[in-house]
């Protein structure tokens, strides 16, 4: 995968080498190019911004720096023969970046990233290229950064650790909050490494059981109590299919029924009646 990045804070992309992302840099399994927009700029104060048409607050990123700047990155990169780029504009009005998009940017070939300073770009840039490559938007939450380059490094990140032979091991993914699968919609519960006791606390006694349908049961639990307790959204969320008996019996203590007139059929909600847990 070929990643770009235009940005006028380079050094702000620094930790792309280090760590995952620097790691599969360096074995070559991933290409990154960090660009300076101010090297398409031509006057002697390297203006990028500018007041915005119909007044009020901030600074408008300019069109001649950012278009001549992707002009130049696009050519490059279709003459070192990457192909299909997909511009990722990182903004607190894109769609959520979230782990289903995070796959499918894992699978595009050429990701280019344009993090912005200011109140954003003049909107005739992405009109511009969206008319010859794919252009998303993307927020990575409800809150203002003051530019998008953080939210470039957790995309690249989330992206580069689902990238073929990233990750050591690619059981890793599976249990993953948010991965596909049994576990599917729920947070990861608790987990523990030795030694057995520290500081006068144990570790749960079914971990040390050996025995894996009960230590199975006990991790869904704790999930489902987790997902509860900081996401109630993903339980209603959920299929109701996917819960067997005894999640509905942890849900139930935790203060959750199924809706019975509820569309669909069945979702869970908070009890009316139940106790602040
Ligand atoms: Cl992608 N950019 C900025 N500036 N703020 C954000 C964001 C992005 N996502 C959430 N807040």
């Not at 990575?140 to 690249?156: N, P, S």
């Not at 249990?175 to 006068?200: C, H, I, N, Q």
């Not at 749960?204 to 704790?222: F, K, M, N, Q, T």
């Amino acid at each position: 995968m070929r990643l770009d990045v235009v940005t006028i804070f380079p050094e702000y992309l620094e930790p792309l080498n280090v760590s995952l992302v620097g790691k599969a840099r360096a074995r070559g399994q991933l290409g990154v190019h960090v660009h300076d927009l101010r090297e398409w700029t031509y006057d002697r104060h390297n203006t990028v911004d500018d007041t915005p048409y119909g007044g009020g607050p901030g600074m408008v990123m300019k069109t001649g720096p950012w278009g001549d700047a992707l002009d130049t990155v696009l050519a490059d990169g279709y003459e070192s023969g990457a192909h299909a780029p997909t511009l990722v504009v990182p903004t607190p009005s894109g769609r959520p970046f979230t782990q289903e998009l995070a796959v499918e940017l894992s699978e595009r070939p050429w990701l280019i990233f344009t993090p912005a300073r200011y109140e954003g770009i003049d909107r005739r840039v992405m009109d511009e290229y969206a008319t010859r490559v794919d252009v998303l938007e993307v927020s990575i939450g409800d809150y203002v950064l003051a530019g998008g380059e953080a939210a470039v490094l957790v995309i690249t990140e989330a992206v580069a650790r689902l990238l073929p032979g990233v990750l050591g091991n690619a059981e890793s993914h599976r249990d993953d909050s948010f991965a596909p699968g049994a576990m599917a919609g729920l947070l990861e519960g608790p987990v523990y490494t030795k030694p057995p006791e520290w500081r006068g606390r144990d570790i749960p006694d079914v971990l040390l059981s050996g025995h894996h349908g009960r230590i199975a049961r006990w991790r869904r639990d704790e999930a489902l109590k987790r997902t509860a307790a900081h996401r109630p959204d993903l339980i209603e969320r959920c299929d109701p299919r996917a819960f067997d008996k005894k999640d509905r019996e942890t849900l139930f203590i935790l203060g959750w029924a199924p809706d019975p007139a509820g569309e669909p059929y069945g979702r869970f909600w908070r009890r009316p009646d139940a106790v602040e847990q």
